[in-house]
């Protein structure tokens, strides 16, 4: 089965590729790589909650953040899609680097990451098992609670 008719079966439709925020382009292409730029989970322009992660009723919890990393992927895959035309073309998802902006107590930064991860094995089966980071922060661009980033490897 290709990778886009994988994203039809799962009802996932890539949403248009978000419109940067600041001087930078959403994905370049070199060689066989597409590298994002780091994608927020915006949803129709907007980011549907900001803060910080934590486990305190006043912080983003970590199941809604897990939420926001599906979301920021989508992102990110509306990106490379962009740039090399079909997900099919995809052979590998080589790193995905996400940061999540996180209470000073709050360590469950794999755990939110995870939402990502779990989505690109989803749609990508092996091809989309790759290298990882999930990196706790104090602040992410307009108090967004997650950016993810891909390196994905195309033919």
């Known amino acids: 089965m290709s990778f886009e008719a994988k994203l039809a079966e799962l009802g996932i439709e890539l ?3 978000a419109p940067p925020v600041a001087a930078y382009v959403p994905a370049v292409v070199t060689g066989s790589y ?4 780091g994608q927020l989970p915006f949803v129709a322009g907007a980011l549907p909650t900001t803060g910080k992660v934590g486990d305190t009723a006043e912080l983003v919890s970590a199941d809604d953040a897990k939420a926001f990393a599906r979301t920021a992927v989508l992102n990110a895959l509306a990106a490379v899609r962009a740039e090399i035309g079909s997900l099919d073309r995809v052979t590998r998802i080589v790193k995905l680097v996400g940061f999540v902006a996180s209470d000073p ?3 469950g930064q794999p755990g939110v990451i995870n939402g990502a991860s779990e989505l690109l094995g989803e749609i990508f089966g092996d091809a989309g098992r790759h290298a990882r980071s999930a990196v706790g922060v104090a602040v992410l661009p307009l108090d967004s609670p997650v950016e993810l980033e891909l390196v ?3 033919a």
């Open 15 to 17: 949403p248009p590729v």
């Open 152 to 154: 994905v490897e195309f």
């Open 34 to 37: 597409v590298y994002t730029s």
């Open 105 to 107: 107590a709050f360590t």
